[in-house]
């Protein structure tokens, strides 16, 4: 192989990697953004924490692992994106309510 085509593979391969390192740098931080604005919403009172909306889903009959947690403001809502591994290998997308806990929307993929 000559020298120009092993060096333009060798760029290649950094900009791979150097963007593969870039990425969940991204996701972090959008994680971390929703961290910040459902820390501020619980010291306003104005949802309730985590625990207590993932504890009231296991009461409802949404059992299972979780898997992502987003946190937006929708609507005038505040809205926990709840992803969960159903027991029976179903993923499912839940949209709670993050003031009552009361799910708003379901979806749900994989195998029935």
């Not at 950094?14 to 910040?36: I, Q, R, Y």
């Not at 949802?47 to 889903?57: E, N």
Request: overall charge neutral.
């Amino acid at each position: 192989m000559n020298t120009p085509t092993l060096l333009r593979r060798r760029h290649v391969a950094a900009c791979a990697v150097g963007l593969a390192m870039l990425l969940p740098w991204g996701a972090l931080h959008a994680a971390d953004d929703d961290h910040e604005r459902a820390r501020q919403a619980l010291a306003q009172g104005l949802v309730l924490p985590l625990s207590t909306v993932l504890a009231r889903l296991q009461e409802q009959g949404w059992p299972g692992q979780v898997l992502k947690v987003e946190f937006e403001h929708e609507h005038g809502h505040y809205v926990y994106e709840i992803r969960l591994l159903q027991p029976d290998g179903r993923v499912a997308k839940l949209d709670v309510d993050a003031q009552n806990a009361q799910v708003l929307q379901v979806r749900q993929k994989g195998k029935h």
